[in-house]
């Protein structure tokens, strides 16, 4: 056969299979690596082309993150991009690059990084030198001796040796072109590229599959500003046969030798086109690619997140971008996700997301609240019923609670003298974990009388540890050493109420929990001390301040407006309807309309 049949036969085939293989992914989405090819042919057994010394075939060798966490979260798209590389790749002796600036170029040479198992790296501006020097330093440690160079100056279209003695494949940015460079078994001539906006672009190259020849083009008229809502416009872009003659390189690239893909290993990307190189490499080494907002990326923040990192259960995470520089205790927040487990209303994180609507009191009495005035199954209906009320005056999940007293004020001081009556663990397990299986979540509320509220805490850590319950602490019920119970409002220092915080964040980022709420009970500047000097910087706590004046309305909508005076930044807030106390006692359109900011925590007492 001559070469113009060949090359018709092939152009054929190739246009076959890229359209199935575009069919496909669409179809698809985010599947199972393919088995990887480790069993290459060796280049004698390649078929030759007449006049041509067959190529060498090239190397690539993954590698696994030497740590649990990798953060890379450079501002430089040119250093993420070889960080990316060296935490993912132990070799690789093609690497595919693209200009920093260019995203169409960029688009390409992810497709054919992933397609290829190499790595993608970014070429900086001709005056990053400190940049342009990490990237040759980086193409040393992975030994690279060819490099195929996407996009720029079509006149520059050639095949020679760099300066540092690498054979240098340079295309332009096109899908013929990039298509017919590529190696044999995976030639795409003439594809159809799949055209993405740059608001999609992550979020395509995150689906692309190692050893499948997918083509990614830039939308016509695209916005390459970064954005952090991933949508994928699925249009085409034809090339024809003029096209191919005139951007088609005359060789093709050698064969790559792929590594086994990493399985364990998992990359969050913030949604951000600059995290294109650094999420096609990984890609290109099997590595599931998760983006995550820019704006705010936590992966707890969302339910679809968690569930995501839950299935994939990684042992090592690369965090992706530079929004990742400024998330506070991430290790903790990835552990977590990493459980799968999901708080009621979904995700892990409380606030902003969720309103919780409480029912107070204590199992076996009706003296202290409406909780305890049935019993548990009965208790559970009514939580659910009230909380019910509340979805149509607002856009948040509302999500049924249980706010148990679990150390009761008492007038007497006790066998140990604190004048507290304390309620064992075993005890309240069954409301714990009904109010859990309904759906609910649970506070335990602590009035410790004379001993101090980290003291009474623990107590309870056998239940805390469980991901839907938190704690709550009531001042009012805070005694000095000589105090007694109804003689006056007890009081706290911040300080102690900050060992608490401590004390539960870290129970939190032990146990890989998702983040807990700390509610403190206050209707008087006085009950906290020092309250300014509070500890709000723990992200695994949603701290509450919660607010229980009672009686005629105007009065308490002025203590509202007074705790929320000065209180320290990073504070949620609740409010508390007193069914026979408030004169009247809101409704649930009310509540929402009338107290001002809307409240995260509604208690009924």
Same mark, same amino acid.
């Given at each position: 056969?001559?070469?113009?049949?060949?090359?018709?036969?092939?152009? $054929?085939?190739?246009?076959?299979?890229?359209?199935?293989?575009?069919?496909?992914?669409?179809?698809?989405?985010?599947?199972?690596?393919?088995?990887?090819?480790?069993?290459?042919?060796?280049?004698?057994?390649?078929?030759?082309?007449?006049?041509?010394?067959?190529?060498?075939?090239?190397?690539?060798?993954?590698?696994?993150?030497?740590?649990?966490?990798?953060?890379?979260?450079?501002?430089?798209?040119?250093?993420?991009?070889?960080?990316?590389?060296?935490?993912?790749?132990?070799?690789?002796?093609?690497?595919?690059?693209?200009?920093?600036?260019?995203?169409?170029?960029?688009?390409?040479?992810?497709?054919? +990084?992933?397609?290829?198992?190499?790595?993608?790296?970014? /070429?900086?501006?001709?005056?990053?030198?400190?940049?342009?020097?990490?990237?040759?330093? =980086?193409?040393?440690?992975?030994?690279?001796?060819?490099?195929?160079?996407?996009?720029?100056?079509? +006149?520059?279209?050639?095949?020679?040796?760099?300066?540092?003695?690498?054979?240098?494949?340079?295309?332009?940015?096109?899908?013929?072109?990039?298509?017919?460079?590529?190696?044999?078994?995976?030639?795409? =001539?003439?594809?159809?590229?799949?055209?993405?906006?740059?608001?999609?672009?992550?979020?395509?190259?995150?689906?692309?599959?190692?050893?499948?020849?997918?083509?990614?083009?830039?939308?016509?008229?695209?916005?390459?500003?970064?954005?952090?809502?991933?949508?994928? /416009?699925?249009?085409? /872009?034809?090339?024809?046969?003029?096209?191919? +003659?005139?951007?088609?390189?005359?060789?093709?690239?050698?064969?790559?030798?792929?590594?086994?893909?990493?399985?364990?290993?998992?990359? #969050?990307?913030?949604?951000?086109?600059?995290?294109?190189?650094?999420?096609?490499?990984?890609?290109?080494?099997?590595?599931?690619?998760?983006?995550?907002?820019?704006?705010?990326?936590?992966?707890?923040?969302?339910?679809?997140?968690?569930?995501?990192?839950?299935?994939?259960?990684?042992?090592?995470?690369?965090?992706?971008?530079?929004?990742?520089?400024? =998330?506070?205790?991430? $290790?903790?927040?990835?552990?977590?996700?990493?459980?799968?487990?999901?708080?009621?209303?979904?995700?892990?994180?409380?606030?902003?997301?969720?309103?919780?609507?409480?029912?107070?009191?204590?199992?076996?009495?009706?003296?202290?609240?409406?909780?305890?005035?049935?019993?548990?199954?009965?208790?559970?209906?009514?939580?659910?019923?009230?909380?019910?009320?509340?979805?149509?005056?607002?856009?948040?999940?509302?999500?049924?609670?249980?706010?148990?007293?679990?150390?009761?004020?008492?007038?007497?001081?006790?066998?140990?003298?604190?004048?507290?009556?304390?309620?064992?663990?075993?005890?309240?397990?069954?409301?714990?974990?009904?109010?859990?299986?309904?759906?609910?979540?649970?506070?335990?509320?602590?009035?410790?009388?004379?001993?101090?509220?980290?003291?009474?805490?623990?107590?309870?850590?056998?239940?805390?540890?469980?991901?839907?319950?938190?704690? *709550?602490?009531?001042?009012?019920?805070?005694?000095?050493?000589?105090?007694?119970?109804?003689?006056?409002?007890?009081?706290?220092?911040?300080?102690?109420?900050?060992?608490?915080?401590?004390? #539960?964040?870290?129970?939190?980022?032990?146990? +890989?929990?998702?983040?807990?709420?700390?509610?403190?009970?206050?209707?008087?500047?006085?009950?906290?001390?020092?309250?300014?000097?509070?500890?709000?910087?723990?992200? =695994?706590?949603?701290?509450?301040?919660?607010?229980?004046?009672?009686?005629?309305?105007?009065?308490?909508? *002025?203590?509202?407006?007074?705790?929320?005076?000065?209180?320290?930044?990073?504070?949620?807030?609740?409010?508390?309807?007193?069914?026979?106390?408030?004169?009247?006692?809101?409704?649930?359109?009310?509540?929402?309309?009338?107290?001002?900011?809307?409240?995260?925590?509604?208690?009924?007492?």
């Amino acid at each position: 056969m001559g070469h113009s049949a060949r090359g018709a036969t092939r152009g $054929a085939g190739a246009r076959i299979l890229g359209t199935l293989l575009l069919g496909a992914l669409l179809l698809s989405g985010c599947v199972a690596e393919p088995a990887p090819q480790t069993d290459a042919p060796a280049a004698s057994e390649r078929p030759s082309v007449p006049g041509r010394v067959p190529s060498p075939v090239l190397d690539a060798t993954t590698a696994r993150p030497g740590t649990p966490l990798t953060v890379i979260a450079d501002a430089d798209p040119v250093r993420n991009a070889i960080a990316a590389s060296a935490a993912l790749y132990s070799e690789s002796r093609l690497v595919v690059t693209a200009s920093v600036g260019d995203l169409a170029a960029q688009l390409l040479a992810s497709s054919a +990084a992933v397609a290829l198992g190499v790595p993608l790296l970014l /070429t900086p501006t001709p005056d990053a030198t400190a940049a342009a020097a990490a990237l040759e330093d =980086e193409l040393g440690r992975l030994g690279a001796s060819h490099l195929l160079k996407v996009g720029g100056d079509p +006149a520059a279209r050639h095949v020679g040796t760099d300066a540092a003695g690498r054979e240098e494949f340079h295309v332009v940015a096109s899908p013929d072109a990039v298509g017919a460079i590529l190696p044999r078994e995976l030639a795409a =001539e003439a594809v159809t590229a799949n055209a993405v906006t740059a608001e999609g672009a992550l979020a395509a190259v995150a689906k692309l599959k190692a050893g499948t020849p997918l083509l990614l083009g830039l939308a016509a008229g695209a916005d390459p500003a970064p954005t952090t809502t991933p949508t994928t /416009t699925p249009t085409t /872009t034809p090339t024809g046969p003029a096209a191919a +003659a005139t951007d088609r390189p005359p060789v093709t690239l050698p064969r790559v030798r792929r590594s086994v893909p990493r399985t364990g290993v998992l990359v #969050l990307a913030v949604n951000d086109p600059a995290q294109l190189a650094g999420a096609a490499t990984a890609r290109a080494a099997g590595v599931d690619v998760l983006p995550v907002p820019a704006d705010h990326p936590n992966p707890q923040a969302s339910a679809a997140l968690v569930t995501a990192l839950g299935a994939a259960r990684p042992s090592a995470v690369l965090a992706l971008g530079a929004a990742f520089a400024g =998330e506070e205790r991430l $290790a903790w927040k990835v552990r977590a996700a990493a459980t799968g487990v999901q708080l009621p209303g979904g995700g892990q994180v409380l606030f902003p997301a969720s309103l919780l609507v409480a029912l107070y009191g204590t199992p076996g009495t009706s003296a202290l609240g409406v909780l305890g005035e049935q019993e548990l199954p009965a208790a559970i209906i009514r939580a659910r019923s009230t909380a019910s009320q509340y979805a149509e005056h607002t856009e948040r999940t509302v999500v049924p609670m249980m706010e148990i007293i679990a150390t009761v004020a008492a007038g007497a001081e006790g066998a140990d003298g604190n004048y507290s009556n304390e309620l064992s663990a075993d005890r309240l397990r069954p409301w714990v974990e009904a109010a859990g299986k309904a759906g609910m979540y649970v506070v335990l509320d602590l009035q410790p009388g004379r001993t101090d509220f980290l003291t009474q805490a623990k107590r309870y850590e056998s239940l805390l540890v469980l991901p839907h319950v938190g704690l *709550a602490l009531d001042p009012e019920w805070r005694l000095g050493k000589t105090q007694r119970h109804l003689e006056q409002i007890g009081s706290v220092d911040a300080a102690e109420l900050n060992t608490v915080i401590t004390w #539960l964040a870290d129970l939190t980022s032990t146990h +890989a929990l998702p983040q807990k709420l700390l509610v403190l009970h206050q209707f008087s500047l006085k009950m906290i001390r020092n309250r300014a000097s509070l500890d709000t910087s723990r992200p =695994e706590l949603a701290l509450l301040l919660h607010v229980d004046g009672l009686g005629g309305q105007p009065a308490k909508q *002025a203590t509202w407006r007074a705790l929320r005076a000065g209180a320290p930044a990073g504070i949620f807030w609740g409010w508390k309807n007193f069914i026979d106390e408030d004169q009247p006692m809101l409704t649930p359109a009310q509540t929402m309309a009338q107290v001002v900011p809307s409240p995260d925590l509604i208690t009924y007492q």
